[in-house]
């Protein structure tokens, strides 16, 4: 029969254990991230992804950039520029028309208890008739939602309420989603 004393060291001595490998982890991803930053550094500009040069959208270098608010590889680099915006205003407009209905075009943030802390954010909101709200989401040319933007509109319904705040309205909830294509 095992005694309790023992049972309790037993337990200290995994504790001590997980404690110093835990020490040991840490130390080997702060290794890894520190050689990361080292290649990184010594590879900008140089290095080669499906054959185009690394060019990052950066005010030292002019002429990397693609000036149209992303950089060389196509990812967005939030300079305002949002060439994308007219295509958005068509989806919402075509929307509207369709389902006889005011676009609101604020975004605003959404949230539902399913997804947790993930907040979403839709191009347009409108007003069902019964108090509730359906989002808008635009989508153009071969663009598509990410998995976290399908996860969260896979779990809006009646039944699970994205929650939102619409300035001079308040609290609302979104109910259904509609993903609009534009060309």
Not at 112 to 135: E, H, K, W
Request: aromatic share 4%; no cysteine; proline share 6%.
């Amino acid at each position: 029969m095992v005694k309790p004393g023992q049972i309790m060291r037993r337990v200290f001595d995994s504790v001590l254990d997980a404690g110093t490998n835990t020490q040991r982890l840490r130390g080997a991803t702060d290794n890894v991230s520190i050689h990361l930053g080292d290649v990184n550094r010594r590879t900008d500009g140089i290095d080669v992804f499906d054959g185009k040069p690394d060019m990052p959208n950066r005010p030292d270098r002019p002429g990397t950039g693609r000036n149209d608010g992303r950089d060389a590889r196509g990812r967005f680099v939030g300079d305002g520029n949002r060439p994308w915006a007219d295509r958005e205003q068509i989806g919402l407009d075509n929307v509207a028309e369709r389902e006889g209905v005011d676009i609101i075009r604020d975004q605003v943030a959404a949230r539902t208890s399913p997804t947790g802390d993930q907040i979403r954010y839709y191009d347009g909101l409108f007003r069902n008739a019964d108090g509730t709200y359906t989002g808008v989401e635009v989508k153009s040319g071969s663009a598509s939602r990410d998995a976290a933007q399908r996860l969260f509109d896979g779990t809006v319904s009646v039944n699970t309420p994205a929650r939102a705040n619409l300035p001079d309205v308040g609290p609302i909830s979104i109910v259904n989603v509609i993903l609009e294509r534009v060309p």
